[in-house]
């Protein structure tokens, strides 16, 4: 049977065009799509045997896209700080993910994160780890649009033996989701310095045969740049380019140290940008180049990484602290303004993902994935413009409605089918399992 519900905010930002902000104005939903966006009068009218729900202190807007991330890497957060990236992998996080990575590992983590990431008004991951399936079923067990990142490797670990394995997995992995809504795949070969130039070629090929897209770090560490140089003569991106990797099928994640040649090269490819402030901050990666990249007419998203390099998965937070560093590392203040932030983590990061005819914006005949935030707290007001307001001021803990797919996932901060005593009874199971393990 068909649902319709009409939401009146105070402010309804559709994201497009930019810097739009409706008053007096609702959205309708039907069943999993917005119908309609039209002045409130009228959708009371028009619309009058719906369901109505009234936001008179709140702004509606579109479910955030985090298009870099590691969902079950929740369940490592705070396990090794304050290391730079290859002592923390080599020492601390794979020797921990050799220990626990398994199904239930991958399956419990993901949902705590999506939990943890619904909560900070995330309605969309771009996702990359080992135990596709288990991703995939913690998505569909929250609800949460989820975009199953395959890792492929050429070392071993506890999930495969080798590139050719977990190529095989996560074909398989794909196939047993086909059809599923809310759930996609990608080929997710870690990065240039553990993945051979055979097996980009044979991922390559996949991509272009299966219409599969790529997602993949590159360009983290100015260490990862000097290795390429050593090994192979070329940095990295230019070894990928003659690969024949840079395409508009490509998130390239951080892309902290690219200089003036490459950022013109990622553009010309249309390859998209995952950026992630706080893991780059953290891990002492650097600042990458997002306004000038911008400024080349690169698609540039943003995302969280793991929670055991972040710690927390909180985008909205992180759209602040990228709008920030942005005008620093620019030297100019009005880089990365408000507007811009906001769409990075909305409709340019459906661009990148190549949704944006799905979701990104509050547009009539998109998925209804959108949240509301209450901008009645003291912390945002008094109030003279809400996109500022949500990018410089808001906290996730005023994010109060979460939809996906038209479904209320939370309601006044209340999940509506997650239990919140279940998620912490198992994040204590497993601190407590390795703990025990890492004495």
């Given at each position: ?381 008094p109030l003279f413009d809400p996109i500022s307001q949500i990018v410089y001021a808001a906290g996730r803990e005023q994010i109060s409605h979460v939809w996906v797919n038209g479904k209320c996932l939370m ?29």
């Open positions: 049977m068909t649902k319709i519900t009409c939401i009146y905010p105070q402010y309804l930002i559709p994201v497009e065009p930019r810097t739009t902000v409706l008053t007096h104005h609702a959205l309708v939903m039907q069943d999993d799509k917005i119908l309609a966006v039209l002045p409130a009068d009228q959708a009371r009218q028009q619309y009058a045997s719906a369901q109505h729900l009234e936001m008179p202190e709140h702004a509606l807007l579109p479910g955030l896209i985090n298009l870099h991330a590691h969902s079950a890497m929740s369940l490592l957060r705070g396990l090794a700080d304050d290391l730079s990236l290859m002592d923390w992998l080599n020492h601390h996080i794979w020797p921990a993910e050799k220990k626990h990575v398994s199904d239930e590992f991958v399956f419990d983590g993901s949902v705590h994160a999506m939990a943890e990431m619904i909560r900070g008004g995330t309605t969309t991951v771009n996702d990359m780890y080992f135990c596709h399936e288990a991703v995939a079923r913690a998505g569909v067990h929250t609800g949460m649009r989820t975009i199953v990142g395959c890792s492929i490797l050429e070392f071993p670990t506890v999930y495969a033996n080798d590139a050719d394995e977990y190529i095989s997995k996560a074909l398989a992995a794909r196939q047993s989701f086909v059809g599923q809504a809310g759930i996609s795949f990608r080929l997710a070969p870690h990065a240039p310095y553990t993945v051979a130039d055979e097996t980009f070629s044979k991922i390559i090929a996949l991509s272009e045969k299966l219409g599969i897209d790529i997602h993949c770090h590159i360009h983290e560490t100015q260490d990862e740049v000097d290795t390429s140089l050593k090994q192979y003569g070329m940095r990295p991106l230019e070894r990928l380019h003659q690969l024949g990797l840079l395409s508009p099928a490509l998130i390239a994640a951080h892309v902290v140290h690219a200089n003036d040649a490459e950022i013109a090269l990622l553009a010309r490819q249309g390859v998209h940008v995952a950026h992630n402030p706080a893991s780059n901050l953290k891990l002492s990666s650097g600042f990458a180049r997002v306004h000038d990249m911008q400024t080349a007419g690169i698609q540039v998203g943003i995302g969280t990484d793991g929670a055991a390099s972040n710690n927390k998965l909180d985008l909205l937070g992180d759209l602040r602290m990228a709008a920030l560093l942005s005008k620093a590392q620019s030297g100019n203040p009005t880089a990365l303004n408000a507007s811009i932030a906001l769409e990075m983590a909305t409709l340019s990061g459906a661009k990148a993902l190549g949704m944006d005819q799905q979701i990104g914006s509050l547009v009539a005949g998109k998925q209804a994935d959108l949240i509301a935030i209450d901008l009645s707290a003291i912390e945002t007001q309601s006044d901060r209340v999940f509506c089918d997650l239990q919140m005593d279940q998620l912490l009874d198992k994040a204590r199971w497993w601190q407590k399992k390795i703990a025990v393990a890492t004495v």
